[in-house]
């Protein structure tokens, strides 16, 4: 971990869930955040990409973070996702979210946009300088096509403009690199989006994790992150275990008929549904939710890891 930031922890991106009809289920979101600050989350995430945010209207986003903000009521920070195509776009996006109770935010480079790296780096600058709150880097090169190099995020962080690092790239190599060019530098955090090797992430210096299928198990998470700080590796791999097993949920949907990032939001909203959470599993158009059978493999999964 590095010294002293002012985030750590479990920290899951909030699903979004909607009625049967496709309306907000706002309802259903205020129990989402219960479930996960019950489950002892230390902060959440709203308005990321396990919260469909792409396919939310303008309106739908301040409704979301309205609800999740009212929800919460200041018991755990808000890291909120602020991410449109281009700079300007995401100033005016952050701005929104930091006058609607955002701690921090968290932001992409630009995308659609054709860009390099020095532009990427005036985009960030002028974020930070925009809002008067931590702005986070978040590095998810399948959805953006650009992947953030180390000595670039490194350059950020020493300079100031960046806070953090939310890294969903996959690319642990990197990961780890960027943790010795940042270890001493005070307050800034590297949160790792992994699922499945949370435990290596951690041993690897991470000061906290951001994994969508804490939305299903939060209280797994947290028993594996402070195991992690503590030391205790044999009871952090044991509860990585469990959790890689529970990940399979996103192996069930068909894929002839479901598209990837349906198949893995829509497994943890069905998890939710089973868990009596929401009530519905329903997806963002045009996304394909789940059906019957899906939800009653994923069912047995959940079983079979203790949750139901």
């Not at 270890?183 to 699922?195: D, Q, V």
């Not at 497994?267 to 059906?291: C, D, H, R, W």
Request: aromatic content about 6%; some cysteine; hydrophobic content about 45%.
């Amino acid at each position: 971990m590095s010294t002293t930031p002012a985030f750590t922890g479990v920290i899951p991106p909030v699903v979004t869930p909607r009625t049967t009809e496709g309306a907000l289920d706002l309802p259903g979101l205020e129990a989402v955040v219960e479930h996960l600050v019950g489950g002892g989350m230390h902060g959440l995430f709203p308005l990321g990409s396990s919260g469909e945010t792409p396919y939310l209207t303008n309106a739908e986003r301040t409704q979301v973070l309205a609800c999740v903000s009212s929800a919460t009521a200041g018991r755990v920070p808000l890291l909120v996702g602020a991410n449109e195509q281009t700079t300007a776009r995401v100033i005016e996006e952050a701005r929104k979210v930091a006058a609607g109770g955002a701690d921090a935010v968290v932001i992409t480079t630009p995308y659609y946009a054709i860009f390099d790296a020095a532009e990427v780096k005036r985009h960030f600058r002028a974020v930070a300088a925009a809002v008067d709150l931590p702005v986070f880097a978040y590095d998810i090169p399948v959805r953006t096509h650009f992947k953030l190099a180390p000595e670039l995020l490194a350059e950020l962080a020493h300079e100031g403009t960046l806070a953090g690092v939310k890294d969903s790239s996959g690319n642990d190599i990197a990961f780890r690199q960027l943790r010795l060019l940042t270890r001493e530098l005070p307050g800034f955090a590297m949160f790792s989006g992994h699922e499945v090797i949370c435990d290596a992430a951690m041993l690897s210096g991470a000061d906290g994790l951001v994994p969508g299928l804490a939305n299903v198990d939060p209280a797994g998470y947290r028993r594996l992150y402070d195991a992690a700080v503590s030391g205790n590796w044999e009871t952090a791999v044991k509860e990585q275990d469990r959790l890689a097993e529970l990940f399979r949920i996103v192996e069930v949907p068909d894929a002839s008929r479901v598209s990837p990032g349906a198949g893995g939001l829509g497994a943890f909203k069905t998890a939710l549904v089973q868990l009596g959470v929401i009530g519905a599993n329903t997806m963002s158009q045009p996304m394909e939710s789940l059906n019957a059978a899906e939800a009653a493999r994923i069912g047995e999964i959940l079983s079979t890891a203790g949750l139901l």
